[in-house]
C-alpha cells in the first residue's frame, strides 16, 4: 500500500480512465518502468474485442513474466472494468483504487471517441440523432463521473491532480466533427470551472491538447451516413470524414466504403512503429506534467499544435480590436478600463497589429 505522498519524481499513483488505447498501453508500461503504481479502468463493451485488447493483454503478460525488467510490475498494475458512463461503477473504481495502493496521485481522463458527420447529417434519422449523445457520454460525461468520483478522496488527502486529455479541438472547430469538437469544449469548460473550486484543497486541475490525430486515431470512430450535398465536389470545406476514409483504407481489416444509409464504426490499426511515433510527444508531456507540484493550466503538445492554436488566438485578438466599440459601448458609466480599450484600439491602428496595445 502506498500511503506516503508522492512528489514528482517519486512513485504516484496514477488512475487512468480508459486503458485499451494505444496511447495508454505504452504510457503505462512507461509508468511501471519508472516506478509508479497503475489502476487501469477497462470499458466493458471494448475489452471483450480481440483487436482492441491485444495490446493490453500483452502488457499483462510482460508484468506476469520473470522479465528482470518487468520485476515487481504485476504487484503495481490492477486493472478495473468501468464503465464511466455509470457514477456508481466509477465510484466503486475509486474505492478500489484507493483500497488496493492507498491513494490516488493523479486521475488521467484519457476517453475519447470521434463522431464524424456535419450537423446535417447527424440529424438525418432517430439513429443519428443518437450520436450525438453518445458522444457526449463517451468525451463528457463519462470523465465528469469520474472527477466527481474522485474529487472526496483528493480532497481528503489534500492533494491530487486531474489531468484531461483532450485535443485543440478545444480551441479549434473542425468540419465534419462539430459534435466532437462541442463535447471536447464542453468538457474543458467543466475543468476551467472546476479548476477554480478545488484549488483551496491543493488539487490540480491541467488539460493536456495533442493534435486531433493522436486521439482520433488511436480510439474509435463513428461515421454517419453521408450526405451528396457535402461531397467534396459540392462543399469546398476540408473533409475529415475523407481525410479518416484514407488512413482506415491503408490497412485492408478497417478499409471503409462510404455509405449513404449505415452507420459504421471502425477502430484505427496503425503499424506498431507509426502508433509510437504518433503519440510519443504525448506520452512525454502526460508523464511530465503528471504530479508535478505546479502544473499548467493547459498545455499544447507538438510545434504544429501550439501554432494552430496561436493563430486561432490572434484571430480572436484582432476581432476583439476591430469591434471594441461595439463592446465598450454597451457600458453605462465611463471608466479607466473602458479609455484603456479605446486607447488600445487607436494604438493598433497606429502599429497595424494586435499585439502593441499596451497603454501606459
Given at each position: 500500500m502506498n500511503s506516503v505522498v508522492a512528489t514528482h519524481n517519486s512513485p504516484r499513483t496514477w488512475l487512468l480512465t480508459s486503458s485499451l488505447t494505444p496511447l495508454a498501453v505504452r504510457l503505462m508500461r512507461q509508468l511501471l518502468s519508472h516506478g509508479d503504481y497503475v489502476v487501469a479502468c477497462l470499458p466493458p463493451h471494448e475489452i471483450e474485442r480481440d483487436d482492441r485488447s491485444?495490446?493490453?493483454r500483452e502488457l499483462v503478460n510482460e508484468c506476469k513474466s520473470n522479465r528482470k525488467d518487468r520485476e515487481g510490475w504485476k504487484d503495481r498494475i490492477r486493472s478495473i472494468r468501468c464503465d464511466g458512463r455509470s457514477m456508481g461503477q466509477c465510484s466503486a473504481a475509486v474505492?478500489?483504487?484507493?483500497?488496493?495502493?492507498?491513494?490516488?496521485?493523479?486521475?488521467?481522463?484519457?476517453?475519447?471517441?470521434?463522431?464524424?458527420?456535419?450537423?446535417?447529417?447527424?440529424?438525418?434519422?432517430?439513429?443519428?440523432q443518437n450520436l450525438v449523445r453518445d458522444q457526449f457520454e463517451s468525451i463528457f460525461f463519462s470523465q465528469v463521473n469520474f472527477i466527481k468520483a474522485s474529487l472526496p478522496t483528493f480532497r481528503a488527502q489534500h492533494t491530487g491532480h486531474i489531468m484531461i486529455l483532450t485535443s485543440i479541438g478545444g480551441?479549434?472547430?473542425?468540419?465534419?466533427?462539430?459534435?466532437?469538437?462541442a463535447?471536447?469544449?464542453?468538457?474543458?469548460?467543466?475543468?476551467?470551472?472546476?479548476?477554480?473550486?478545488?484549488?483551496?484543497f491543493n488539487i490540480k486541475v491541467t488539460i493536456v491538447q495533442p493534435h486531433k490525430e493522436i486521439q482520433s486515431l488511436t480510439n474509435r470512430i463513428v461515421f454517419s451516413p453521408s450526405l451528396p450535398y457535402y461531397d467534396v465536389e459540392n462543399n469546398p470545406a476540408p473533409?475529415?470524414?475523407?481525410?479518416?476514409?484514407?488512413?482506415?483504407?491503408?490497412?485492408?481489416?478497417?478499409?471503409?466504403?462510404?455509405?449513404e444509409t449505415e452507420i459504421v464504426q471502425r477502430y484505427p490499426r496503425l503499424p506498431?512503429?507509426?502508433l509510437d511515433r504518433l503519440v510519443g510527444e504525448t506520452i512525454h508531456a502526460l508523464t511530465a506534467i503528471g504530479g508535478?507540484?505546479?502544473?499548467p493550466a493547459r498545455h499544447?503538445?507538438?510545434?504544429?499544435?501550439?501554432?494552430?492554436?496561436?493563430?486561432?488566438?490572434k484571430t480572436v485578438t484582432e476581432e476583439l480590436e476591430d469591434f471594441v466599440e461595439a463592446s465598450v459601448a454597451v457600458d453605462i458609466f465611463e471608466s479607466e478600463l473602458k479609455n484603456e480599450a479605446r486607447q488600445g484600439q487607436g494604438k493598433t491602428e497606429e502599429t497595424g497589429g494586435p499585439l502593441s496595445t499596451t497603454s501606459t
Open positions: 491485444a495490446e493490453f474505492a478500489e483504487a484507493k483500497h488496493v495502493f492507498g491513494r490516488i496521485d493523479i486521475l488521467l481522463c484519457c476517453t475519447s471517441e470521434a463522431i464524424v458527420g456535419t450537423v446535417e447529417e447527424l440529424s438525418t434519422t432517430p439513429a443519428t480551441h479549434i472547430g473542425t468540419p465534419g466533427m462539430a459534435i466532437y469538437t463535447a471536447t469544449w464542453a468538457l474543458e469548460g467543466f475543468c476551467d470551472s472546476l479548476a477554480y473550486e478545488v484549488a483551496p473533409s475529415v470524414r475523407d481525410m479518416l476514409t484514407n488512413v482506415l483504407s491503408m490497412n485492408p481489416e478497417t478499409v471503409l466504403e462510404a455509405s506498431t512503429s507509426s508535478h507540484e505546479n502544473p499544447i503538445v507538438g510545434f504544429e499544435g501550439a501554432e494552430a492554436v496561436k493563430e486561432k488566438l
